[in-house]
Structures are given as structure tokens and as C-alpha cells.
T-cell receptor
Framework: DAGITQSPRYKITETGRQVTLMCHQT?????MFWYRQDLGHGLRLIYY???????DKGEVPDGYVVSRSKTENFPLTLESATRSQTSVYFCASKGVDSNQPQHFGDGTRLSIL | AQSVTQLDSQVPVFEEAPVELRCNYS??????LFWYVQYPNQGLQLLLK??????LVKGINGFEAEFNKSQTSFHLRKPSVHISDTAEYFC????????????FGTGTRLQVFP
């Protein structure tokens, strides 16, 4: 089925470790986004990408790295995880037309001990 | 820059009662407005969107919202809620013609009681 999938759905890791969250979409959408969701903050944009090999910072990019070598994939890496990065992470995608909404994956719940 | 304020963090309501979830925004440019719903352990689903034209927007599951430019509001309403409407609701804003940056409110938890 077409859509946007995130993996893993749940992840527990330790401080200082590297962890990568995967996002894959089958719509060939140009835009892809990473958000984190924290109580009291709603969703905050970490990074986004307008096309393959084009990425840009969002509101809270520190401590995160992204890449977009293929249109359909947009992995998010925490190079050295910290407890403050414990959160639920959502990936989203949208087409190029300005009137198209963003479509979200089901999220990855990340706990850093 | 845009910002979104959802005035109520939680809204309890009985089944079959009407409900209004409030959303106010601030922006110096014209905007697009969105309401998303999040069910437990799921991602966000689009309920409805305002791009232009009629200020009353109808969405899925019987929800509607009204864009009020003078009051910078985009309140979400449903005349009769169901238990299955229990969820988190997010209002979001973007600049018109630039929806690659969505600004979200902090969410309103709608709890429907039997």
C-alpha cells in the first residue's frame, strides 16, 4: 500500500549512542519533514527536505543529522543521544503544490536512558 | 513569523453534545490553516484545511471550522460528538503558498464521556 512508514516504532537506547530513525514514503513526494512531539510543545520541526540532496534546519535541529540521497527516504540520526532527546518522532511528506497538506507517519517512540 | 495558540489543553464533553475547540493564530502575511487529529499511538490525520474562498470549511467525521480573519481565529466545531472522537487535536498554520513550514499549536485533548 502507498503511504509513509517509520521504523522502528519503538526504540530504547542509552545516552551517547548513535541511533537512526527511518522514514520511507511511496508517493514520490518532494518534501519530507521530521518533527518531535513533546508534552506542552506540540510538534516542532527538526529538519526538512525539499528534494533529494536538499535539506534545511527547522526550529530544533541541534543534535540531529539528516540525509536525503533518495527521494523516498529521509533518515534522522542522533549522533550521540541525550536524555533530552527522549520524544516521539514523526516523519511527514507532501507534494510540491502549495495547497497540498502534509501526510504523517505513525511515529517512533524513542526513549534514551 | 507565525504562531498558533490553542486555548484549551483539555476539553471534556459528554457524548452527543456539541463541542468547539479554539485556535487563534498570529501572522503578518496571509495564511493557510489546518486541523489535524491524532488518535492514540498514531500519526496525525488531516481533518480539514482552509486555503481560500469560503470561510466555513467542512472536513471529515462531521467536523467543520470557520476562518475569522478579523479575530485571527480558526475554531473547530462538531454539533454532536461520539466516543470515537476522543483524540488529540492540533491546529496548524503556514504562510500561503509556502506550506513547507507548518507551525503547530500545543494541542487540545478532547475526551468524550458516555
Amino acid at each position: 500500500d502507498a503511504g509513509i512508514t517509520q521504523s522502528p516504532r519503538y526504540k530504547i537506547t542509552e545516552t551517547g549512542r548513535q541511533v537512526t530513525l527511518m522514514c520511507h514514503q511511496t508517493w514520490s513526494h518532494s518534501y519530507m519533514f521530521w518533527y518531535r512531539q513533546d508534552l506542552g510543545h506540540g510538534l516542532r520541526l527538526i529538519y526538512y527536505s525539499a528534494a533529494a540532496d536538499i535539506t534545511d534546519k527547522g526550529e530544533v535541529p541541534d543534535g540531529y543529522v539528516v540525509s536525503r540521497s533518495k527521494t523516498e527516504n529521509f533518515p534522522l540520526t542522533l549522533e550521540s543521544a541525550t536524555r533530552s532527546q527522549t520524544s516521539v518522532y514523526f516523519c511527514a511528506s507532501k507534494g510540491v503544490d502549495s495547497n497540498q497538506p502534509q501526510h504523517f507517519g505513525d511515529g517512533t517512540r524513542l526513549s534514551i536512558l | 513569523a507565525q504562531s498558533v495558540t490553542q486555548l484549551d489543553s483539555q476539553v471534556p464533553v459528554f457524548e452527543e453534545a456539541p463541542v468547539e475547540l479554539r485556535c487563534n493564530y498570529s501572522s503578518s502575511v496571509s495564511v493557510y490553516l489546518f486541523w489535524y487529529v491524532q488518535y492514540p499511538n498514531q500519526g496525525l490525520q488531516l481533518l480539514l484545511k482552509y486555503l481560500s474562498g469560503s470561510t466555513l470549511v467542512k472536513g471529515i467525521n462531521g467536523f467543520e471550522a470557520e476562518f475569522n480573519k478579523s479575530q485571527t481565529s480558526f475554531h473547530l466545531r462538531k454539533p454532536s460528538v461520539h466516543i470515537s472522537d476522543t483524540a488529540e487535536y492540533f491546529c496548524a498554520v503556514s504562510e500561503s503558498y509556502n506550506t513547507d513550514k507548518l507551525i503547530f499549536g500545543t494541542g487540545t485533548r478532547l475526551q468524550v464521556f458516555p
